[in-house]
């Protein structure tokens, strides 16, 4: 599924900076989206949103043996799936689809128990966007800590202690935690090193699936500077790929070989490009026939999506 953003409404109490952190921890994924099947002849769908045409729901519903229904943070992900279309359709609109799609997964029993905890979702984020946001106060990881108390107490007011921790235990221990990192980080009283000691036994706390997650980007960062110093020293494509493979697998290997593949040949068309602009801005003419045969160049080589990347590469 490809990643959807919230929309601003949806977006509120827990201040904007938290939640993109607890954002970024999870890591949204980002694969190619996959077709929605066509409804079986006489079913009759509600309208998918324009948004999320060609998509298929993140998230899931799931009930128990005995129809119950399992509360876990896979249902809120799908809760918002729908509801990042607010804005470009009513409520009434996605609460239809949810309930058809809640329907669809569930048995009666489950099925009203999950609209029940859709409608109290949806009140509490209503809420959350009409709850006046405190007046700024202190250092800003101060700020972020409020912002988060007045959510939770909020939040208290739509549901159990118990259902809490079941729907939103992980985002509210990655926000406590992001929290925790940024006290640290801010306080004045810590010199450089005292700063890293604590934030490493901040860090050796956490579950190890989440410092995995942390530990992932600077893994690619770490083989590409692998690779980038194999090649300074003469080495050839194969010898990155060998040292690749063994950091990785074969396939993985295979296709980081491919994105370099794909970045040379980018990185070709853009230095033919910016030879063939050189030579029509400094031929004869006036600048609207400049103009022109820039834009028929830009056409020839680029497709409308690679032409917006061009900017960076024109100064």
């Known amino acids: ?4 953003q919230l929309p601003p409404m949806w977006v509120a109490g827990v201040v904007g900076a938290t939640a993109l952190v607890v954002i970024g921890l ?26 999320l045409a060609g998509t298929t729901p993140d ?3 799931t009930a128990t043996a005995d129809d119950a229904l399992v509360l876990d943070p896979a249902l809120i992900r799908l809760y918002d799936y729908y509801l990042t279309t607010v804005g470009e359709r009513p409520l009434s609109a996605i609460q239809a689809q949810v309930e058809h799609d809640l329907d669809g997964r569930l048995a009666p029993h ?3 128990q999950a609209k029940d905890l859709y409608a109290r979702y949806v009140q509490f984020k209503t809420a959350l966007k009409e709850q006046r946001p405190a007046k700024p106060v202190g250092r800003s990881v101060d700020i972020l800590r409020e912002g988060l108390r007045r959510m939770l107490a909020l939040r208290a007011s739509y549901f159990s202690e118990a259902e809490a921790q079941a729907l939103f235990g992980p985002q509210d221990a990655e926000a406590a935690a992001a929290l925790a990192r940024m006290a640290i980080e801010q306080d004045p009283a810590l010199d450089a090193q005292q700063r890293r000691d604590r934030l490493a036994a901040l860090d050796a706390r956490l579950p190890a699936s989440v410092r995995a997650e942390r530990e992932a980007p600077l893994a690619v960062v770490r083989l590409e500077e692998a690779a980038r110093q194999i090649r300074a020293q003469g080495g050839s494509e194969d010898d990155v790929y060998r040292m690749r493979a063994a950091a ?4 993985a290997a295979n296709r980081l070989a491919d994105v370099d593949r794909e970045e040379a040949a980018w990185k070709a068309r853009i230095a033919t490009y910016l030879v063939q602009r ?3 801005l400094s031929a004869p003419g006036g600048d609207a026939a400049r103009q022109a045969a820039q834009s028929d160049l830009r056409n020839r080589l680029f497709t409308p999506e690679e032409q917006r990347r061009l900017a960076a590469y024109e100064g």
């Open 1 to 4: 599924m490809r990643p959807r």
């Open 26 to 51: 999870q890591g949204l994924p980002a694969t190619t989206p996959a077709a929605i099947a066509p409804a079986p002849a006489g079913e009759v769908r509600p309208p998918v949103a324009t948004s």
């Open 59 to 61: 998230g899931a519903a």
């Open 110 to 112: 489950a099925a009203r």
């Open 248 to 251: 990785t697998s074969p396939e």
């Open 278 to 280: 050189d030579a029509l």
